[in-house]
């Protein structure tokens, strides 16, 4: 166990598609992007939850496994680098550093990011009967620290405008965490399921819509010009979902092994969210106002032909490398267990991250990540493109 992190990063070195990202200067830039700002949950936080306290389910977020690839923990949720890292990397631009760490550079951008965050407000799920752990940094909360560091920097309105012509501003995945949840605290799941759709159906055509596009409304009144809005994740191919499920009938799963109602439901969820951005798109016709698709990028990674490409081990595809993941029999078939997560004691990680998809059953790999950024902002999957990559 002592030596995983040596072999990871010895490994990380050879026979990674994409290495890690390299510090950068900021020197050259693509597109004329000078700086990311972003807003989201644990798939981009680079360590604000770390600085307020990660508890509960994220508290060993924060110490080894967590940045086993890297050689230490960093505040991300994965074994290395997430996919804002290779963003920045590709845009020629530093890592985003965290909101929280007052005294660091925020020339390049800021990360508001923060684990376990959620999109709607914590008082709006508790109408719904839902508890937020973790952290009460939701979406509003974020947009506010956007607005308070914009006008801490910026002399005027017109200022943050000019400021935010030459930015890239990733507003999500978020959301995420909602339906987390409201699915540990209200399975079994097939109740669940039914009450989240008829939510989500209601929420389409009401208030939630409103105020969701709302909060992404706002950063286009501040000047956003590039604004990307992903989607998520196809939740019934993520382990922790499919173990929490736990729905026997064979029926029921596709030909990958995915729960078919469960990406129903993400499916929903995006199709929603894509209205939503049809929406922006007309309101703010100067804007390119992007959607990513996050639950097609990851069914890819799970298809043949990209798990050649990128060395992934598709018998493990449905299997978090950290975990309950001591033996085959342990944490089922996917290597997860709620009461044993990556991190806790008696928990081990797979030797080599970069075979799996999913890191903790929650989250990817750093290998993943970088996978997915690519056939993100490189492969067409957010429409329509933010980003001229050979415009310098
Ligand atoms: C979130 O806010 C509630 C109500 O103000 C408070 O009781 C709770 O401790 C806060 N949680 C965190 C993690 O800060
Ligand atoms: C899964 O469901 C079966 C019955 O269908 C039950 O025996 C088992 O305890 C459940 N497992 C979990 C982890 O809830
Ligand atoms: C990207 O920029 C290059 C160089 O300016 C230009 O030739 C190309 O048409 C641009 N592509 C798109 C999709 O805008």
């Known amino acids: 166990m002592t030596l995983l992190p040596l072999v990871t990063l010895l490994l990380a070195g050879s026979c990674l598609g994409a290495p890690p990202p390299a510090p950068s200067t900021g020197a050259r830039t693509v597109d004329g992007i000078t700086a990311i700002y972003n807003l989201g949950d644990s798939l981009s936080d680079t360590g604000n939850l770390a600085r307020q306290g990660a508890t509960g389910l994220l508290q060993h977020t924060t110490r080894l496994p967590y940045g086993v690839t890297v050689g230490r923990a960093t505040g991300r949720c994965s074994d290395g680098y997430l996919m804002i890292d290779f963003l920045a990397r590709d845009l020629g631009l530093p890592q985003l550093n965290p909101y929280l760490d007052k005294g660091a550079d925020f020339t390049h951008g800021v990360n508001f990011a923060v684990a376990g965050a959620t999109a709607l407000s914590t008082a709006a799920l508790a109408a719904k009967g839902i508890t937020v752990p973790h952290t009460n940094s939701s979406l509003d909360v974020q947009l506010a620290w956007f607005k308070e560091y914009m006008s801490s920097v910026a002399n005027s309105p017109r200022e943050i405008r000019e400021k935010l012509a030459n930015s890239l501003v990733m507003v999500g995945e978020i959301g995420g965490n909602d339906y987390n ?37 706002d950063v286009l009144d501040m000047g956003a010009v590039r604004v990307v809005i992903p989607g998520n994740f196809p939740l019934g191919c993520v382990p922790s979902y499919l173990i929490a499920a736990n729905v026997t009938d064979p029926s029921a ?36 106002v992007a959607y990513a698709d996050y639950f097609a990028a990851y069914v890819e990674l799970l298809g043949e032909a990209r798990a050649a490409e990128h060395g992934f081990d598709r018998r493990v595809a449905m299997r978090a490398c950290c975990g309950a993941a001591a033996g085959e029999a342990a944490g089922g078939a996917y290597g997860f267990d709620l009461r044993a997560m990556c991190g806790a004691p008696g928990t081990t990680a797979c030797e080599d991250p970069s075979r799996y998809v999913s890191w903790d059953g929650v989250h990817l790999t750093q290998h993943a990540y970088g996978a997915t950024a690519e056939l993100l902002f490189h492969g067409g999957l957010v429409d329509p493109p933010p980003i001229n990559f050979t415009r310098s």
């Open 181 to 217: 949840y409201a699915f540990l605290q209200t399975r079994p799941n097939g109740r669940w399921i039914q009450h989240h759709q008829r939510d989500t159906h209601d929420r389409k055509h009401g208030k939630g819509r409103r105020t969701y596009t709302r909060n992404r409304a």
């Open 253 to 288: 799963y596709d030909g990958q092994g995915c729960l078919d109602a469960l990406n129903l439901f993400a499916r929903l969820h995006d199709a929603w969210l894509r209205r939503a951005v049809l929406e922006l798109r007309r309101a703010y016709p100067g804007a390119t």
